[in-house]
Structure formats: C-alpha cells, structure tokens
C-alpha cells in the first residue's frame, strides 16, 4: 500500500509557527505530509477552517497553539480549546475517527517536541488509513 | 397587486410543487390569507398538487420556460423528487427553492445522518410495530399480471435542490413567513429590478440576534447547558445567557425572531447568515467563546450537557453543510 497521508496543520504565528520554525533552522527531520497553515492566533480557527480541510480530502487536521496562559492575545487559545472540544464531539458524531484532529501546544523554544508531533501524528493516520470523508462525499452528486 | 383591467399584461404562471416536505410550505402559501387573492389576480396557478389535479404529464407538456415562477418545496429524497426538480427547471423561468428543506435540506435531511440501508433495516425488520416475517423490503418494480408497477427510487442521501438543478433564488424558513412571501412575489409580479441569480431573498443579512428584542450583555458565560424544558425562562435575558442554547447568532435574521418572541429559543430554520456556507460550525465558534471554563475536563464537563451537538445545530442545514452527511 503506498498511502502517504495529509495532514492539515493550523499554526498560531507567535508560538507554535514560531517552534515549527525552530525545528527547520535546526534542521530537524520531520515526516514530509504536514501542510501548514499560519493563523495569527489558535482563536482565530474558526470551526469551518477544520471541517473544509476533512471536506477537501485532509487525512488528519492538526491545531497548534500558545501553551494556557502563554497566549499573545491573552484568552485565544482558551477559545481554541473549547471550540475544538465541541468540534471533536460533533466530527465523532459524523463518524470521523478521533485520532484525525489533534490540539497540541507548542511554543516557539519547542521545536523538538513539534518534530515528534508530527512524526506520532503521521504514524497514527498511516495506521488509521485514508480518511473517508472525500469518498463518502464523492458519492454524492446528482445534478446532470 | 390589483388586478388591472386597463393593463393588457399577461398574467403570470405560477407552479408551486412539494419534494420531501411535510406540506408545512404549502399552508404557508394559504396563509398569505386574503392576499391569495392577489395572488390569483396576478398569477395562474398551473400546477400545485395540495391543491389542484393536474398530472405529472401535463406539467411534463408544458413548453420549456413557459412557467414564469416555480416554488418548489421539500427536499429531494427520491427519484420521483428528482424527476420533477428537473422537469420543474426545464419549464420554469425563474425557481426557487423555497423553504428550508429546499433551501438546505430541512428536517428531511437529518436522514443524512443515517443510511438508506440502516432506515430499511429499522423500518422493515427491527422497529417494534413491524410484523414481516418474509422480509418484505419495498422494490422500485413489481411484475403483476396487468404488467409492471412501479414506485421511485429512495436515495441514500437526502439533497438540497440545488444540489440537484440550478436554482435562481432562495427563500428560507421553516415554514418561510408568509408577509416575506408576498414582498418577493410583488417584486417579480411587478416586475421590480431582482437580486442577482443565487441571492437569498425574502431575509435579512443579519443575524437573528440583531432584531433579537431580549436583554443581553457582552460577556456571556455559560456553566451549563439547559434543554428548554430544564430552566424556568424568565422572558427577557438572551437564551443564551440563561445556559439555553438558541441558534441565532448564527441565523439570518427575517422571520421577525418569533419563537423568541414566543418565549422559545431560536431553532435555526432561516438557515446561516449571508456570506456563511455552515451554520453549525458558527454556532460552535459562537459557544466556544461562552463556555466559562479553562480547563479541558470541566469544558468536557458542560459540553456534555449538550446532549446532541451534530443534530442541534445541524437540525435544518445537514445536507448543505461542509460534511453533508455522516461519514460512512
């Protein structure tokens, strides 16, 4: 089987982009299947942010923002964080498996810890296999 | 809309059909009241089966565009639903989606939630009022010995009617109020310049919140969720505030807010806000930012006294939404 996964990650620009780019410029080796997605703040990822990448065919969507209490807007990430709980109990309502969307806190020293993020996330989808979503909706269409 | 004698205009042809729908669109038709009049002064009914006979062929005879407006009702579920959006759209001028089963799939399409082959299973074999020991499961064709009957095939899924032909406006609501009815229908009657093709009309562009009468305040805090039946209402604060949900801060506004007005918490049927493709999510973006707790277990905690997330803010815009359907 050759199922290399995507996944969608949403990046808060003062802490997690900021590790993220840590873990380039100390060149790190990193699974290859993240595709990222620099947001000002975690609080900004509107809920449709993560249910359009599951629509256009994201194997799994990560969320990464400042750890509590680090956030440079004070209280996003805390509006992240419920947000994401809500969405995690209505994605496992459409039947999404739960280990497709992950919220992880990062900041800018964690470079490490965001390369071996991504690599346990990657590991955890190519196990799950592809994402139905895309093949469910494909299905769908009707007009002539 | 008078009628004119003196004007040597042609009346208009109006067709008014139901998809999946529970007739509900249609009465509010009739609830235009003396008005209908005007209606009928203006326009000929050529087609509307709740109230007229008129064979599916007859319509199917009809020159293409010769119908000048077509409200077609009910979401699209089976083939028979599908047939007539197409016919409808072949000789309609202008159709219009009308309704939130139209508009985004309505109460019809919380079968998205399911399967055809699940609702076959509970319906013909497991529910308790079923007695079929032969297992009996409908058949779009029968042979008998007068030759083939045949009844239409039910989808999978369920479908906005967009989804199915191209619609030139939309009308939302659950039922759609009848006053906003009467405005669209003197615009085109009258022949008034129309918003572009794809437009909602007969809404707002704000939210419900917007009209919303009750006293709210900006920082809103929510330590539980309640079911209405839960809390005694005290018939002015925001829903929200007193731990209800309400959909509207993430419903275009139009209805007039009447079941707040009605002391009963905003369900959603005028569908999103413009420039909003999905409701439910908004709604949980708008939530998310109440929720009074900071840490992941208490948040888990009041989160779970939301007792059905995906069909309360899905409840009448499933079909249309970014997922569509559960992921099977």
Known sequence: MNFRPTIVAFLCNWCAYTGADLAGTSRMRYAPNIRIIRVMCSGRIDPTFILTAFQQGADGVLVCGCHPGDCHYQTGNYKCLRRFKLIEKYIAQMGIEPERLKLEWISASEGKQFAELVNEMTKAILNAGPSKVKSTLEVKHLKS | ?328
């Open chain 2, 1 to 328: 809309m008078p009628s004119d004698p003196t004007n040597p205009k042609p009346k208009l042809k109006l067709a008014i059909y139901w998809g999946a729908a529970c007739g509900g669109c249609c009465v509010s038709v009739l609830d235009t009241h003396e008005k209908l009049l005007d209606i009928v002064a203006a326009a000929d009914l050529v087609f509307w089966p709740i109230a007229m006979d008129i064979k599916y062929k007859d319509v199917e005879a009809l020159p293409d565009k010769s119908i000048d407006l077509t409200l077609f009702n009910g979401a699209v579920r089976n083939s028979e639903n599908k047939h007539m959006a197409q016919v409808l759209r072949k000789k309609s001028k202008i159709l219009v989606a009308y309704g939130a089963c139209a508009y985004m799939g309505g109460i019809p399409g919380l079968a998205n939630f399911t399967t055809k082959n699940e609702i076959f299973k509970r319906v013909f074999d497991e529910s308790e009022s079923t007695l079929n020991p032969e297992k009996i499961k409908p058949q779009t064709e029968y042979a008998v010995k007068e030759g083939t009957l045949d009844i239409p095939e039910m989808f999978n899924d369920v479908y906005t009617l967009n989804q199915v032909v191209e619609v030139d406006y939309f009308i939302p609501g659950c039922p759609p109020q009848s006053e906003r009815l009467l405005e669209v229908f003197a615009a085109i009657a009258t022949g008034a310049e129309l918003p572009p093709k794809g437009s909602v009309v007969g809404a707002n562009e704000k939210t419900n919140c917007d009209e919303c009468k009750r006293k709210k305040s900006d920082n809103k805090v929510i330590k539980r969720f309640y079911r209405p039946w839960e809390i005694q209402d005290d018939k002015e604060t925001c829903f929200l505030e007193q731990g209800v949900i309400c959909m509207g801060p993430a419903t275009r506004g139009g209805c007039g807010v009447r079941c707040v007005t009605g002391n009963s918490p905003c369900r959603g049927c005028y569908g999103p806000p413009a420039m909003v493709s999905d409701p439910g999510a908004k709604m949980m973006s708008a939530i998310g930012t109440m929720i009074d707790a900071d840490s992941p277990e208490e948040i888990d905690k009041i989160i779970d006294t939301i007792v059905d997330p995906a069909g309360l803010f899905y409840r009448f815009s499933l079909p249309s939404s970014i997922l569509g359907r559960k992921i099977v």
